[in-house]
């Protein structure tokens, strides 16, 4: 049974705070919260599962703010939406099926090549581009991939959604970094599902962090929102790099 002191469970409060925040403009939040969470004494299993309670909360609210802000109209990504869930729900399934341990040793290489891409690629910004995939094309084959991923592992997953919508749906990167939010909140709702067929999470802990995690992720989606690119695209840089060292320093 996992009993917190007030300074820890205010510290897990202000690591979601600030997780929320960071995953609302750039992905990567988990980076902040599963050590925090180790760190309080969270065994690692239940971490993992506790991680993914929270981080639902983060995602939806920054989900809702972009929308409020005009930048992606949810109904008309009802369908993506699921197609994410139901991918990352079977991604969830397979991790015992499938060599995940041989899957982590790419991932960073290709993190820091996503990292290259927004840093280096000239004309990324928040005007829309030409759009290499229909709308349906995109629904059908990125998303369910990505998704895929984002149950199986996850790490970096909003980094790849971020890349497929700039590369293939020829989004601004402030509407492309809406977009990811929502595909990234039903797809942990499916990781979520997943999980809970074999783990049992903090369910009061993970409540309260992701309270904090909705603070966090208005204020960061809210923020990215005035300013767009100039904030998104070096923040994103940041956490993709941030990501690949850890999933070296795990792997070694």
């Given at each position: 049974m996992f009993e917190a002191s007030t300074e820890v469970f205010l510290f897990l409060l202000a690591a979601g705070f600030v997780a929320g925040f960071i995953d609302s403009i750039a992905g990567g939040g988990g980076l902040i919260t599963l050590p925090a969470l180790m760190l309080a004494g969270v065994p690692p299993v239940t971490a993992l599962a506790t991680n993914k309670v929270q981080g639902l909360f983060g995602a939806g609210m920054a989900a809702i703010t972009y929308a409020r802000k005009g930048h992606v109209?949810?109904?008309?990504?009802?369908?993506?939406?699921?197609?994410?869930?139901?991918?990352?729900?079977?991604?969830?399934?397979?991790?015992?099926?499938?060599p995940t341990d041989l899957i982590r040793w790419f991932l960073p290489v290709l993190l820091v090549a996503i990292a290259?891409?927004?840093?280096?690629?000239?004309?990324?910004?928040?005007?829309?581009?030409?759009?290499r995939l229909t709308p349906l094309v995109f629904a059908l084959t990125f998303v369910p991939l990505v998704g895929f991923y984002d149950g199986l592992l996850g790490p970096g997953a909003g980094a790849f959604y971020m890349l497929a919508f700039v590369s293939?749906?020829?989004q601004g990167i402030l509407k492309a970094t809406a977009h990811t939010k929502l595909l990234n909140f039903a797809s942990n709702v499916g990781g979520l599902a997943?999980?809970?067929?074999?783990?049992?999470?903090?369910?009061?802990?993970?409540?309260?962090?992701?309270?904090?995690?909705?603070a966090g992720a208005y204020a960061g989606a809210t923020?990215?929102?005035?300013?767009?690119?100039?904030?998104?695209?070096?923040?994103?840089?940041?956490?993709?790099?941030?990501?690949?060292?850890?999933?070296?320093?795990?792997l070694l």
């Amino acid at each position: 049974m996992f009993e917190a002191s007030t300074e820890v469970f205010l510290f897990l409060l202000a690591a979601g705070f600030v997780a929320g925040f960071i995953d609302s403009i750039a992905g990567g939040g988990g980076l902040i919260t599963l050590p925090a969470l180790m760190l309080a004494g969270v065994p690692p299993v239940t971490a993992l599962a506790t991680n993914k309670v929270q981080g639902l909360f983060g995602a939806g609210m920054a989900a809702i703010t972009y929308a409020r802000k005009g930048h992606v109209n949810l109904r008309q990504q009802v369908k993506p939406a699921l197609i994410a869930f139901a991918a990352s729900l079977l991604g969830a399934l397979c991790v015992n099926a499938l060599p995940t341990d041989l899957i982590r040793w790419f991932l960073p290489v290709l993190l820091v090549a996503i990292a290259l891409f927004f840093a280096l690629k000239p004309g990324l910004n928040d005007v829309d581009r030409h759009q290499r995939l229909t709308p349906l094309v995109f629904a059908l084959t990125f998303v369910p991939l990505v998704g895929f991923y984002d149950g199986l592992l996850g790490p970096g997953a909003g980094a790849f959604y971020m890349l497929a919508f700039v590369s293939m749906a020829g989004q601004g990167i402030l509407k492309a970094t809406a977009h990811t939010k929502l595909l990234n909140f039903a797809s942990n709702v499916g990781g979520l599902a997943g999980f809970l067929i074999v783990l049992s999470p903090l369910w009061f802990v993970g409540i309260m962090m992701g309270a904090a995690q909705i603070a966090g992720a208005y204020a960061g989606a809210t923020l990215a929102s005035r300013i767009g690119s100039k904030l998104i695209k070096p923040l994103l840089v940041i956490a993709s790099c941030a990501m690949a060292i850890k999933l070296v320093i795990d792997l070694l």
